[in-house]
């Protein structure tokens, strides 16, 4: 999705013809730009927005960002049931439960040893 023109202070025009979005218009309050950035003529068609977006590779390098990772490990985890939150719990305590007793055994060799 790209900014194709400013209308006013408040409003801006938008175009994301790879991502779904149609042209409209957008507040400002709500948008949050990211880092990757590509240029293309002020007031341009939606073919042009479409042929520099795909050029530029946005739809892959925006899949390959950390922010895109969070949101969809975010609405992975808004999904679970009740029996996926159980499972996670379980598997997390045992997990933690695996690393306690890695640590303590090594705390024990480093205190055998006289090093703690």
Do not use: C, H, Y
Not at 82 to 101: M, P, Q
């Amino acid at each position: 999705m790209g900014i194709v023109n400013v209308i006013d202070q408040n409003r801006v025009l938008i175009d994301g013809p790879t991502s779904g979005v149609l042209r409209q218009e957008f507040p400002i309050k709500r948008l949050q730009l990211t880092p990757i950035a590509v240029k293309f003529p002020f007031n341009a068609p939606t073919r042009i927005v479409r042929k520099e977006l795909e050029a530029n590779k946005v739809n892959e390098t925006w899949e390959s960002s950390t922010w895109s990772k969070r949101m969809a490990v975010k609405a992975k985890r808004a999904g679970l049931t009740d029996l996926d939150r159980f499972k996670l719990r379980k598997a997390k305590s045992a997990r933690n439960k695996i690393l306690a007793k890695a640590l303590n055994s090594k705390k024990r060799t480093l205190r055998k040893a006289g090093k703690l």
